[in-house]
């Protein structure tokens, strides 16, 4: 019944060769989800449970890739015992049928049962609850709060800084936290990504953030110089995530 966090992928903005792109199993009150399918975190989750036992899939943003689950649910074996709840921002199915190159997404319902995802959405799985919250990026994209058992983790999907995040992190025994880039270029306006600092910062200004896990880190950084100019910002408890890991939330 414990929440627990399983890193499948960090990596930014492509895979590295034993580094998958941003995804995540979360585990608790009964539940498991795979969130953010990023490029390779299938072939990891396999590692760490048997995909046909989620209970649904979290996509924060459409920079996901469930190309590969769909082969190994529909193809590979992988049988489901009902088409698994995919919460993501809307048209998430019309883009995986773009892929396929099929103009309607129907075909996909014998594996996917897409649902949108909208500001506040919640829903629950078991004793497992989740909650969306509406970030700033360059296209539709969603932070997660998932409970179960009394215990928080917040997840800051791809954003950069926003009163909604601070929100989101609220009280989080774990902040999971993007730190894509080293620096924001010169007259940029609108981030769309963080700097280390500004997650320190962004758990620091939340307020009762227990731990901050630095995740996502882009080609411009260390992740070992990301997690400690975090940590300078935050002044609290704060670790790297590292693919393969399972962390008690």
């Not at 999971?176 to 962004?202: F, M, N």
């Amino acid at each position: 019944m414990s929440l627990r966090l399983t890193v499948l992928g960090t990596a930014s903005p492509h895979p590295g060769p034993d580094t998958p792109c941003s995804g995540y199993l979360v585990r608790g009150g009964g539940a498991e989800v795979w969130v953010d399918a990023g490029f390779g975190s299938f072939a990891e989750l396999r590692r760490h449970t048997d995909p046909a036992r989620l209970n649904a899939i979290w996509i924060s943003h459409l920079h996901a890739d469930l190309t590969a689950a769909f082969y190994g649910f529909a193809y590979g074996g992988l049988t489901l015992p009902a088409p698994i709840p995919v919460y993501a921002p809307r048209d998430c199915a019309s883009r995986l049928a773009g892929f396929f190159g099929r103009p309607d997404a129907g075909f996909l319902s014998g594996v996917f049962e897409f649902r949108a995802l909208h500001h506040g959405h919640t829903v629950q799985h078991r004793d497992l609850t989740l909650t969306a919250s509406a970030v700033e990026h360059d296209v539709e994209a969603y932070g997660l709060r998932a409970e179960a058992g009394g215990r928080v983790l917040a997840y800051s999907g791809d954003t950069g800084p926003c009163d909604a995040l601070l929100h989101l992190a609220s009280g989080a025994d774990l902040f999971l936290c993007e730190a894509d880039v080293d620096e924001h270029c010169k007259g940029e306006i609108d981030p769309v990504h963080l700097t280390p600092g500004e997650a320190g910062t962004g758990a620091r200004m939340a307020g009762g953030v227990g731990k901050l896990m630095i995740t996502h880190v882009g080609p411009t950084l260390t992740v070992e110089d990301a997690a400690t100019r975090a940590a300078s910002a935050f002044g609290g408890p704060t670790i790297a995530a590292r693919v393969g890991e399972s962390y008690a939330v």
